[in-house]
């Protein structure tokens, strides 16, 4: 399977990463080899098999509901591009 | 007097138990070190000179109030993942470059409060995700056995600087076989512990139902002491197993009498390298030799298709955990864009490399709409056969025993521009992160002067055996003794 050039630009997005020219072309053949090795998998028999997420016997962690010392805010905010008011600051999303 | 580099963590601890030697002349011994052959190795990334003198001096002041412990005052390099405060933490990419984290990991705390001196962070493949680090955004570390080969990945850099004597010892993380993959080409001991065994709180996410923190030592014995230090059930890590750590360093030299070795036919395939076929099956001798019995006739079927369940679970995690790279919150930031959304796509566009866009877009892709349930959904259902494969594997035999990779360390460049060729490497590790087992790489031999790992396995939580194993093995050669002798 090849993915076409208006497949890898949809994945791009999704996954909100721009790529060059460049880059469309050698992703989009990289990632259809890699991808038809998926198939692979057709060969396991999965009838009935349930999924496994993860490989521990554990359901449902519960921690006690107490309030504890967070980071301190400034030291957090001094790690952002930009911040104003104690805020992250972003362009605006609408115009 | 030793050559202070070339010590164990065991012997160094026993040093400075008698106070032969100060903390300080074993980290100063340490830089000294990286001074020295850093410039060809290149395993670090950041050397925190002038704190690790003073964690040596804080631990030399423990130590001559009468405190012993078997990290106290012992160099230690830690991979660029481990978030530490104070410490530039960049996981060897341009995103983190300058990202300096507001708090420890837990390993990193844990390894503090046993006096442990760290000299540095070490390089990486680029968020974890490679075999060589050649996907580091910033060098690509050399093997200290043949600078012109890969020391393996992606913890490259914390595997060859204990190969390179620049660190007693180090930890990495192993996703796929980041840990084990890098020991077996650099010669070193390096140990993936059962998934749950160590905490997770502070290491930089990639997959985070296959991530797991670990040692690399010159020996067993340390891998059995360091393990010790960084075990145990943590709050802030919902997925560390409540369970007791015992002292992994107790059982170790029990010797192999009446151990059930097994291998599967899977893991020894007609285009394995002649020259790691042969140091495997001597070390299958040796295990016969001390009492063991070997069973050459298991089976894991599904081998196969589980570099295809890890090429899908494992980017499917990335692509979630690597979404808060926005350029918003911390690290590489695009403010040129006309849009919020332009400043996002131009943040990750720029701030990840290659491999790490391939695989946030093959996860992407794998989690979309209309592939979810043929790609994601069946690795995950394949994941429980795999797993079931490994139970049924571990009624006739007590460690499973394969080689860790297919080929020795490949020359730098080689596989760059091959994906697939370079997934290929973790063919026989990738599985046990799979399946969430203990494994463990020793060394094993070599070829044309190249190291050689062995890899054993275990069933989940049983570590002992694996090291118990791993530690007669290691005494019936003197492999893991070896040095590189970096005259490049």
Known sequence: ?95 | MPDLTDLTVHAAAGLLAKREVSSRELTQAALDRIAAVDDRVKAFVTVTGERALAQADAADKRLAAGERGPLLGVPVALKDVLSTAGVPTTCSSRMLEHFVPPYDATVVRRLAEAGAVSVGKTNMDEFAMGSSTENSAFFTTRNPWDLERVPGGSSGGSAAAVAAREATYALGSDTGGSIRQPAALCGVVGMKPTYGRVSRYGLVAFASSLDQIGPFTRDVRDCATVLNAISGHDPGDATSAPVDTPDFAAGIDAGARGLRVGVPREYMPPTLDAGVRRCIEDALRAFEAQGATVDLDLTLPSTEAALAVYYIIAPSEASANLARYDGVKYGFSWQRGESMWENMEETRGRGFGAEVKRRIMIGTYALSSGYYDAYYLKAQKVRTVIRREFDAAFERCDVIVSPVTPTPAFKIGEKADDPYAMYLNDVFTLPVNIAGLPGISVPAGFVDGLPVGLQIIGKPFDEATVLRAARAFEQTADWHMRAPALTA
């Not at chain 1, 208006?6 to 080899?33: C, K, M, N, P, Y």
């Open chain 1, 1 to 95: 399977m090849k993915l076409e050039r208006d497949a890898v630009l949809h994945i791009a997005r999704l996954a909100r990463i721009a790529l060059s020219d460049e880059e469309i072309e050698t992703f989009g053949a990289q990632l259809s080899e890699i991808i038809g090795h998926f198939d692979t998998l057709n060969a396991v028999d999965t009838e009935g098999v349930e999924p496994t997420a993860h490989t521990l016997p554990l359901r449902n962690v519960m921690v006690d509901d107490v309030s504890r010392p967070s980071l301190p805010q400034d030291e957090v905010l001094a790690l952002a591009p930009l911040a104003e008011d104690g805020y992250l600051r972003v362009r605006a999303v609408l115009e």
